[in-house]
């Protein structure tokens, strides 16, 4: 009877303790996704420090997002094993080291990448492990409440971060971006007081299977820069080797099964066409502002605001209209918009900033609308038991996805040939080529619209 008082004694202490900590898990959340979002949209001014391409200053934006989708995975494996107090210390550390590595190597474009990969591996623990954290030790009737915050503080980050990333760019330098990251370290010491301390148990990484994963996307993104023939037969032989080691190997991160789920796999598919567009229109926004209007970083960020305000509303409400309209109806509308959005800006290329505005105001929302329902529909193919695993490839699909969506846009954006006037739209060879390149977008939407409706939609109907 003593023993089962003090246990409910302890857990009660334990779940005490767990809430006094989720203010700075959530709050080390949040600056780990600011800090990243700052990074994405200052790619315009590194290019002219550096005296560099399009396609080269893109590596530092995709190089780090391929980090964050595989370090999510090797966090949500380790979490299983290691201690997560240990892994946030771990995560916070990564960050400061790579950053006071950014900022005093910050004359090396090179320098500046591995400093971005570290301090990415680091940014990559706090989304991952706050989910983790949040439904380890939070009571079940009060993890909906916490999980919702996080919801929030994403979309909340995304602002946050561009203005962050536009003001510090513009006023004092990029590179104090760096030394901004370095804030994460107060919260250190509240993370080692709170999270409690648990024994490590054997861990088992799927090393082999996630370098195989970065194998795949590494050399996807070097044939899509270089279009270089040898890095296709890289990734041809990198895929082939991953799926005969998943065949075999019974521990590896995901099984040969997933990829049996036709469904599954189409959907994962139509994820990874149409999120690769994501990231492609924001990494434009700002080369096109600049170019086109004159724009300073710190004015294409205030630009970016309605567009992110929309998202966050639109996405509290995507999970209520979705249960009224389907999730195959919300996924359709959402792509259409995507594809006027795009239209819009390429049509009206020249005309007005405003256009611009609520462009990217109906592409934000429209992402944040189709969210939830292709999600939910990914989700829907998997027996509950595997929903984790799945959830963890999926995000880190999205992660790959939108790194190719980099890549490929800036390829576009230093290819001669995207200067042509294909469509008699304007003589202006600038105002062509982001033109071509926002039409070209459409078509990849389109084409993830058409693969969603042959594979999945037209089933669902039937």
Known sequence: MSTTTADVSMKKTQEYSAKKAVPVTLLLFVLCLV????FKIVSIDMAKDFHISATTVSWQATLAGLVIGIGAVVYATLADSVS???LFSVGIILICVGSVMGYIFQHSFLLVVISRMIQTAGLASAETLYVIFVTKYLPA????????????????????????????????????LFLLSLVTIFTLPFILKYLPKEETKNSNVDVL?????????????LYITDFNWMFLILFIIAIALFLAYISKNSKAFIRISFFKN???????????????????YIFLFPFLLEKMYGLKLDTVSLLLIPGYIAATIVGALSGKIAKVLGSKQCITIAMSSIMISLLLGGFFIRTSVVVFVISMILFSSSFAFMYAPLLDACICTIE????????????????????????????MMDNSAMRNNFLGITNNLDAS??????????????????????????????
């Not at 800090?35 to 700052?38: A, C, L, W, Y």
């Not at 799945?390 to 490929?408: D, E, R, V």
């Open 84 to 86: 997560i107090r240990k």
């Open 262 to 280: 036709k469904q599954f796999i189409s959907l994962l598919g139509v994820a990874f066409v149409i999120y690769s567009v994501q990231l492609a």
């Open 433 to 462: 080529m982001f033109s071509n390149i926002l039409f070209i977008l459409v078509l990849f939407t389109l084409f993830s619209l058409s693969l969603y409706w042959v594979l999945v939609g037209r089933k669902s109907t039937k």
């Open 384 to 411: 509950k038991g595997k929903t984790g695993t799945a959830i963890g490839f999926y995000n880190l699909t999205l992660s790959i996805a939108m790194s190719i969506g980099i890549a490929y846009t800036a390829a």
């Open 141 to 176: 009737n009060e993890q909906k409440k916490f999980l919702g915050l996080s919801t929030s503080s994403f979309a909340l980050s995304q602002l946050i971060g561009a203005l962050t990333g536009g003001y510090v760019s513009t006023y004092f330098h990029w590179t104090t």
């Open 209 to 221: 299977g996630l370098f195989l994963v970065g194998t795949i996307s590494a050399s996807l993104l």
């Open 35 to 38: 800090i990243d979002n700052s």
